[in-house]
């Protein structure tokens, strides 16, 4: 069935040209199948000049459509366009997509795990000492561009600002990673794990520590044979389930996330000890590897 559907703004002008007894009549008798308009003026009983004048007020209305068939000459044969017309007396118009995005420092995490070799640098300099795990809990981690590790987890407490009564449809996590080899090691996989909410979303393999060429923002100082940069991947959850660059990895949707009434978002990043390739972890911040990018969410609500 074919259906017309109108606001009551566009619905004036089909209005007008419905609003006449020959007119109607027409469109009933066209249901039967295209129509010229000697057929027409002779099923209606009017004359050919007056039934044309109607063929060309339905046309206009784009309620008809009229073509040049050839035959004995040639003759304008109509045919109905629509089976039904539905007209909205609400005029809505679709809402326009709601987005929050938030961008956090790698070195802002409010927990974390880690296993040597680990270390974390600025845009300057090494931050504490390479190794050692206190030097993750130093107050200049948070300057971090560049943080590693063999395994364990990073975690990140993102602002909530979804407005109150809104739906989340849609959560997603983009940041620059790669495995940890020591220097580097471009045959090296690792099974990089993120968490959101406590929930495990998925894993991704990294194929390599990549090096060997010069990250585009990697500074200076960091010398050439240690890792360089990583690659950019995309975590999303919506409400059909799971995904890491839009394949799905997991059932797990947006409602397992239990966002709602929750002051943060939980996220965590990491390499579990007990996961196929423990190839550890490179972290990229903005002033660090290729992608001018810290941790990146973006959530989609209506």
């Keep these: 069935m074919r259906v017309l559907h109108l606001t009551l703004e566009k619905a004036l002008a089909v209005n007008k040209a419905l609003g006449n007894q020959q007119r109607m009549e027409m469109l009933s008798v066209l249901t039967e199948g295209p129509k010229n308009v000697n057929d027409l003026a002779e099923r209606l009983g009017i004359p050919f000049s007056t039934a044309a004048v109607n063929i060309k007020k339905l046309e206009d209305a784009g309620l008809i459509t009229t073509e040049i068939v050839p035959g004995r000459g040639s003759q304008k044969v109509s045919s109905k366009r629509y089976d039904r017309i539905v007209i909205d007396l609400e005029d809505k118009k679709p809402e326009p997509e709601k987005f929050i995005t938030l961008e956090m420092p790698i070195g802002h995490y409010v927990h974390c795990e880690v296993e040597p070799t680990c270390g974390l640098a600025s845009e300057r300099s090494i931050i504490s000492i390479l190794d050692d795990q206190r030097s993750f809990f130093e107050p200049e981690r948070k300057e971090a561009q560049l943080i590693w590790f063999k395994s364990g987890f990073l975690e990140y407490h993102f602002p909530n600002r979804v407005p109150y009564g809104s739906k989340v449809d849609e959560i ?33 393999t990294s194929p390599s520590d990549f090096g060997g060429e010069r990250g585009f923002l990697t500074p200076s100082w960091w010398e050439d044979h240690n890792t360089q940069y990583g690659m950019l991947k995309h975590w999303k959850v919506n409400d059909e389930g799971s995904y890491i660059d839009s394949m799905k990895i997991s059932e797990h949707t947006v409602q397992t996330l239990r966002l709602e009434g929750r002051p943060y978002i939980s996220a965590k990043f990491g390499v579990k000890r007990d996961a196929d390739k423990v190839g550890g972890m490179n972290l990229f911040g903005s002033k660090f590897g290729n992608y001018e990018q810290d941790l990146l969410m973006k959530i989609k609500y209506s």
């Design 172 to 204: 997603s996590l983009s940041v620059e990673l790669c495995s940890e080899a020591p220097y580097h090691k471009l045959d090296w996989p690792s099974d990089i794990t993120c968490w959101l909410n406590g929930i495990e979303i998925g894993s991704w």
